[in-house]
């Protein structure tokens, strides 16, 4: 079946650094790939997405470029704010089975220190 | 304009009671979707509406669990003699179809089972 792999957090980072969460995934057919955001307290938030291979999903300067090749959708931001502080969920979905459901990985906590 | 809404915000039972949890789309949304996070299995699919076709309920946990969702719209998920197991937040979700558009998540429910 599907299945998304993040890498397990939380990950630390000083105000202005550069953040990579990587993401790797595996379906059946042409996944869509998503990045969610869930800030403190709020709801789960669409940031970026891509639909095929290369596209390139960017967002409040946050990026990811859909690779089928490494099969990996990898989030990038060149320079964090405390206000990035967040869990940020890789997610596809894939309509080989019928459907729209995403499967997300287990998510990655980000803190941005001053 | 408004979001996904949810109801109640938070939810407090004993073990072995039925609950049902609401969740009010967004207007003109034909697809319905609803997630289970918890800390020990992270995001998962529960059950998928699109219009009028049966639902997909592949990802509900057992028999206890159903869900209707009433002229299209509001959507109900009934947990059926509640486990302590069944504890976590449940989203609900929307999107303007059944393809790979962006859903649109609400705050949740908080399930808590003494």
């Known amino acids: 079946g599907d299945s998304v792999t993040q890498m397990e957090g939380p990950v630390t980072l000083s105000e202005e650094a550069f953040l990579t969460i990587n993401c790797t995934y595996t379906?059946?057919?042409?996944?869509?790939l998503f990045w969610y955001v869930q800030y403190p307290g709020e709801g789960l938030q669409l940031l970026l997405k891509a639909t095929k291979a290369d596209d390139k999903g960017s967002n409040k300067g946050f990026e990811a470029t859909y690779r089928k090749e490494t099969t990996s959708f990898h989030l990038e931001k060149g320079s964090v704010q405390v206000s990035d502080s967040a869990v940020y969920f890789c997610a596809l979905s894939d309509r080989t089975g019928g459907g729209n459901k995403l499967t997300f990985g287990t998510g990655t906590q980000l803190k941005v220190e001053l | 304009g408004a979001g996904v809404s949810q109801s109640p915000s938070n939810k407090v039972t004993e073990k072995g009671k039925d609950v049902e949890l609401r969740c009010d789309p967004i207007?003109?949304?034909?697809?319905l979707y609803w997630y289970r996070q918890s800390l020990g299995q992270g995001l998962e699919f529960l059950i998928y509406f699109q219009g009028n076709s049966a639902p997909d309920k592949s990802g509900l946990p057992s028999d206890r669990f159903s869900a209707e969702r009433t002229g299209g719209s509001v959507s109900t998920l009934t947990i059926q003699r509640t486990q302590q197991e069944d504890s976590a937040v449940y989203l609900c979700?929307?999107?303007?179809?059944?393809?790979?558009?962006?859903?649109?998540f609400g705050d949740g429910t908080r399930l808590s089972i003494l």
């Open positions: 379906a059946t057919g042409y996944p869509s």
């Open positions: 207007s003109g949304h034909t697809a």
């Open positions: 979700a929307s999107s303007p179809k059944g393809d790979h558009g962006p859903q649109h």
